[in-house]
């Protein structure tokens, strides 16, 4: 769809426009060291976006799974050589963890105005760039149309659904604790998909490849998975369920060791400004800040109910809850 290509690159060219430096710009300088899960292409805008408007700042960035990002960054804090700057990452249970140990550095003056409060850490130590969330997606020639999490429980889905692993994949961790803590769907609903046939397996690519091909008609996905490929012509159709979705946040936060607190402080601010916000639309995703307009397919960010997500908690029950998911599918 060439008028879907052409407003993305259009929001694109705007979010990476240069603009002509002013006095706060040319006061940050330096090197600035950011780890982020971002996918490679987007980390490269981000980066390239962020110089135009610091041009005095070197950035050097590294890009991985948040898992292997979270395993680099534990063994440089043992050996005493903590790397980064700043943290991009999928998760908020790992920046609560960090939080807690202490290795999160306060940003009480970040650019947090409009955004929902549910979004940032109450002591503005790490906040939400993007909502990436996970509904429901099913195969246009499914029988059943699901508007319901309770749907997947139905007969007619019975060893039909597919749904990555929480033990794989940081997006399913983040739904199982929500849906957990949810009322009216928590550990029964869990028992349910397992009584149903259903057997988690990796990621959310093959989640959605698996409901796209035919293999399975319905899957836990992540959204812009689902939108994304249904507006290339994927035979596949995305559902915000009635009881809400949980979602990523994908949270940026400065490390307390950070050597370049001034640049790592612009970049938060960059990341959560318009422009910040304008780029991740164009990179399909949908964008924290409640002004910008979200990328074609999607709903606005008011029209969107979202599950809870206590952070605290999800740090404290982890163990058990992954346990508890094993012994329920066999993992």
Not at 162 to 176: R, T, V, W
């Amino acid at each position: 769809m060439p008028s879907l290509r052409y407003a993305a690159a259009g929001l694109l060219l705007a979010a990476l426009a240069v603009f002509l430096p002013n006095s706060s710009a040319l006061a940050v300088s330096g090197k600035l060291v950011v780890y982020t899960s971002q996918l490679e292409k987007d980390a490269q805008q981000t980066v390239d976006a962020f110089k135009a408007k610091y041009p005095d700042v070197e950035v050097e960035w590294t890009r991985n799974g948040t898992s292997k990002l979270m395993n680099i960054l534990r063994a440089e804090i043992s050996a005493g050589e903590i790397k980064p700057d700043v943290l991009l990452i999928a998760d908020i249970i790992n920046m609560g963890q960090l939080k807690k140990e202490g290795r999160l550095l306060p940003y009480k003056e970040a650019a947090v105005g409009p955004y929902d409060k549910a979004l940032y850490d109450a002591d503005m130590t790490y906040f939400g760039t993007k909502l990436i969330t996970t509904g429901i997606v099913y195969n246009t020639a499914a029988p059943m149309k699901p508007k319901s999490w309770s749907d997947l429980l139905a007969a007619e889905a019975k060893g039909l659904v597919a749904m990555p692993s929480p033990l794989y994949s940081g997006a399913a961790l983040n739904h199982m604790h929500s849906v957990v803590n949810a009322p009216g769907l928590g550990w029964d609903y869990y028992e349910g998909l397992a009584g149903n046939d259903i057997t988690p397996k990796g990621g959310n690519g093959g989640t959605f490849k698996a409901v796209a091909s035919g293999e399975k008609l319905y899957g836990i996905v992540i959204d812009f998975l689902a939108i994304r490929n249904k507006l290339e012509g994927s035979p596949v159709d995305f559902v915000f369920p009635e009881e809400g979705v949980s979602a990523v946040t994908e949270p940026v936060a400065i490390l307390s060791t950070s050597k370049n607190v001034p640049a790592s402080q612009a970049f938060v601010d960059f990341i959560l400004s318009e422009e910040g916000q304008t780029l991740a639309a164009a990179q399909g995703f949908l964008p924290a800040h409640p002004t910008v307009a979200p990328p074609p397919g999607f709903p606005a960010q008011s029209e969107i109910k979202l599950i809870g997500f206590d952070a605290d908690q999800a740090i404290e029950t982890d163990k058990t809850a992954r346990m508890k998911f094993t012994e329920l599918f066999g993992e």
